[in-house]
C-alpha cells in the first residue's frame, strides 16, 4: 500500500511495463473546470506527457490514456495535440537550422536551392503529414536531374528533422 502511494506522489520514473495493470497508478486522468473532457498526466523515462484525452466518459477517457501510454512506452512517439505545419511553414524553421548548422557552405547552398525548386510546386503548400509516396512522384522540376536530385534530397531532410528531432509528424514516406 505504501509503494503505491509513493508512486501516485513520485515523479519518478516508474519501472512496470507498459502491459501491466499498474498503468492505473502511473496516469493520472482528471476534468478540468473550464473542460468536459478528461486529461491524462504520466511521466514516461522521465519526460512529462500531458493533454486531453478528448472523451467525456471516465471510462473511455481511461482506455485512451492507456492507448497513448503504451504506445510512448514501447517507443512510438504519436504527434500529440499540434498542428501539422504546412511544408512552406516548416521551410522557415528548416533554413534557419541550417544557416546555423555544422555543414559546409555548399551543402548549405544545395539545401537553399533545393527549397527554391521546392516552393514552386503544390507540396510546398501541403501539410508535412499529408505528403505521400505517390505525391512525391508525380512532382516535376525544371532543367536537369540535379535539380531533381536536389530538391527530393531537400524534401527528405526537412521530413526526416519534422520527425525525430522536431516531433512533428510520426511517419516519413519513402521518397526515391
Known sequence: MMWQNFLTT???????????????????????????????????????????????????????????????????????????????????????YTEHARLAEKSKSYLRNGWRLLQNTDVSRMQINCITSEIVDRLQFPGSTYNINCALKTLRRMLHLAKKPWGLISEIPEIR
Open 10 to 96: 513520485s515523479r519518478r520514473t516508474p519501472t512496470f511495463l507498459p502491459y501491466e495493470h499498474s498503468w492505473r497508478i502511473i496516469v493520472e486522468l482528471f476534468k478540468r473546470k473550464s473542460s468536459s473532457c478528461w486529461w491524462y498526466d504520466f511521466t514516461v523515462r522521465g519526460e512529462r506527457f500531458r493533454g486531453s484525452t478528448k472523451e467525456r466518459t471516465k471510462t473511455d477517457a481511461s482506455a485512451r490514456a492507456a492507448q497513448l501510454f503504451t504506445q510512448i512506452a514501447e517507443g512510438h512517439r504519436p504527434v500529440l495535440n499540434r498542428k501539422v505545419p504546412v511544408l512552406s511553414e516548416l521551410a522557415v524553421r528548416f533554413l534557419a
